[in-house]
């Protein structure tokens, strides 16, 4: 059974960076594409970034895309998301997900799983 675990969230000043960490275990990490994902408190979940699972083209959201970056270790199967330029509006959970062979082409709807999250605070 695949797990996810996510680390590095906090609480960060406006205009600072965070980087976030998501381990895999229990399947082969490097035939799963993975994703981030956010959910702030009473909206919906949205896409953040992701790395495809074989030539590791990624993909981001407008709200991210210019500051952020994913990147995967497959030695370490270890995907991360670096911050940058954070502002307040960027306080959500944040989730990692895995897409087997696939690379979210139908967002959160195509994750096979999920971590249980990690929360980035950003303060005004």
Request: hydrophobic share 30%.
């Amino acid at each position: 059974q695949v797990h996810l675990e996510e680390s590095g969230g906090g609480l960060v000043q406006a205009g600072g960076s965070l980087r976030l960490s998501c381990t895999f275990s229990g399947g082969i990490f490097s035939h799963y594409g993975m994703g981030w994902f956010r959910q702030a408190p009473e909206k919906e979940r949205e896409f953040v970034a992701s790395i495809s699972w074989r030539d590791e083209i990624t993909n981001y959201a407008s709200s991210v895309k210019g500051r952020s970056t994913v990147s995967r270790d497959n030695a370490k199967s270890t995907v991360y998301l670096q911050m940058n330029t954070l502002s307040p509006e960027d306080t959500a959970f944040y989730y990692c997900a895995a897409d087997y062979k696939g690379r979210f082409i139908r967002g959160g709807d195509s994750a096979d799983y999920w971590g249980k999250g990690t929360l980035v605070t950003v303060s005004s």
